[in-house]
Structure formats: C-alpha cells, structure tokens
C-alpha cells in the first residue's frame, strides 16, 4: 500500500507534465551548389534560453534575429558548406529533458532525412546513405505517451474497472484500436477537432472515469466499449501533438506509422506497472480507502486539466 500512495504522490508532483513534450524543429533545404536554407524553430515555451544550432563544417550567412510565429521563435539563416552535409555533424546546446530537436533535410537529389537530437545526444551525423523509414517517430511517439500525464492517467484508472485478464486485452485493444483510428483520420484531414477543445475534453474523461473508479465496482463484460468511446477522444490528442512536432508529407504515411507504434511501445511500458499497482491495492486490507484515494487524486487532475485548458480557450 506505502508504494501504491507513493505513486499516486509522484503522479501529483509531476501534474504540470500534461503534453508538455515540446520539439524545437530544424528544417534544412539543399540547392544544386550545396547551400542550404535553415528554418530553426524552438518552442516559445521551452525552458530556460533557445537552444543554439552550429554547423561546424559549413558558414553561415543572413541569419536573421527570432520572431514570434505561433508557439515557436523562428530563425532563418543561409548555409555555405561547398558540399553536401551528408557524413557531417550537426550540434545542439542547450536542449532540455522536455526539448528534443526534430532535423528535417531536403536534398538537392531529391531524398530526404529525419533525425532525433535530445539533451543526452546533442550532436548529430547525417548519414551518407539515407533511410526511407522515418523511424525517429517512433522514439517521439514513445515519448509524448510518457510525457502525456493525462493519457497514463486514462489506462491506470482503466485498470481500475477490469476484471480478468480477457477483459483486459480487450480494453486495452479497444482502447488502442480507437485511437490509432482517430489518430490516422485526424492526420489525413478526413476529421478533425479544435486542438484546444479535444484536450478539454480529455480532462472530462478523466473526471467521469474518476467518479467510475469511486464506486469500486468492476465492469464484468463491457470496459471495451468506454475505452473505445474515450479512447476516440485521446486519439485527437494524439493526432494534435503529431501535427504540432511536423511531418514530411512524402513520408506522411511512415512519420504516422511510426508514431503511432511509439505511442503502443510506450503504453506497453506502463501497463506492467500499472497492472502490478492494482492489483497490490484489489489484495490489499485497504482496497477501499485506495480505491477513493485513486478516485481523488484521477478526478482532481483531471478538474485541475479541465480549468487550465478551458480558461486557455477562453
């Protein structure tokens, strides 16, 4: 039980992490005499000062001073590297924990690059042989499911309620199944949400599914159905937090792909721990008492989220 409440406290110390995964982005264009243009994006809510971006083997010109565009502050500049950057470095400072940096680099032949940098690998080499497969999604799937409180919330208190363990592959696939759907027609522009409302409304899931786990009974056939229905809703989060960090439209169908199985690997993460929890507390003497304590601590984030993010609109 001692390492139930401990948890349930690290969940509280850690509530202002809600998508707060914020990529800075560095966008490269190739001419035919190996220059480039860069368009350095970093979040306006990162921590601390703008990461800087060198490029030790090439000159830079025209560089122009940050503006405010949307959530980002953007530089441009001009490259003069005499040949192509494939097999050189490209190096980061001062990124943080909740700021990787995505590269994108469109070459004069026509291919293309994607790569990850993070505060632990700040210096990065583009590969003289480029890959079709935009793998780094992945990671930055696996990441915004982790940093996305809200989500691990929404599959820990879905625990809660299953009875068994069929009941719990079906929940859990329902679950994932709904919002690999919203997820990929979001993307492809078939249907859409207001991003601020569909997190809004994320928050409300959190408040119904806390009353859920309050009453201390269990759905013997059908959890499926309500993680399906939220899980629709969690799949537009999802698809916002794709659309916010870019993609190549030539690589749209792999950048998703990848993302989404990112998004799996890191539920698949959770779900150990998160099974383990429960069930200490459903054969614990204070099963009861644990069950309100989860119901109050899933309900006050979720009413904290809810406020936040109404107000935000308004």
């Known amino acids: 039980m001692k390492l139930f409440i401990a948890f349930l406290i690290l969940l509280f110390s850690n509530f202002n992490f809600s998508h707060e995964m914020n990529p800075a982005r560095l966008v490269l264009s190739e001419d035919a005499n190996s220059n480039y243009k860069v368009t350095w994006m970093f979040p306006s809510k990162g921590i601390g000062l703008p990461a800087e971006v060198s490029f030790p083997d090439c000159t830079e010109s025209g560089k122009s001073l940050p503006s405010q565009e949307s959530k980002y502050l953007i530089t441009n500049l001009n490259l003069d590297c005499g040949e192509s950057i494939k097999g050189k470095s490209i190096t980061f400072k001062g990124l943080s924990r909740v700021t990787d940096a995505l590269i994108s680099i469109s070459f004069f032949d026509g291919s293309k690059f994607e790569g990850l940098a993070s505060v632990n690998d700040s210096s990065l080499v583009v590969p003289i042989e480029i890959s079709l497969y935009p793998t780094n999604y992945f990671w930055l799937g696996i990441q915004h499911l982790l940093s996305g409180l809200d989500h691990m919330l929404f599959v820990f208190g879905l625990l809660f309620l299953v009875s068994g363990t069929k009941t719990l592959i079906k929940t859990i696939t329902a679950f994932t199944l709904a919002h690999s759907i919203t997820l990929t027609l979001s993307v492809l522009g078939i249907v859409s949400l207001p991003q601020a409302s569909t997190e809004a409304f994320i928050a409300l899931t959190l408040i119904y599914l806390a009353f859920e786990v309050g009453d201390k009974d269990k759905y013997n056939s059908t959890p499926w159905l309500l993680a399906f229905g939220f899980g629709l809703l969690h799949g537009f989060g999802f698809a916002g937090a794709l659309t916010e960090i870019g993609f ?64 935000s609109i308004v």
């Open 248 to 311: 190549s439209s030539d690589n749209l169908l792999f950048s998703l792909l990848f993302f989404n199985l990112g998004i799996e690997a890191g539920q698949l993460l959770v779900l150990p721990l998160f099974g383990f929890l429960v069930w200490i507390l459903n054969n614990s003497s204070m099963r009861d008492s644990g069950y309100t304590l989860s119901s109050y601590a899933i309900g006050g984030l979720g009413s904290f989220w809810l406020i936040d993010r109404v107000l």
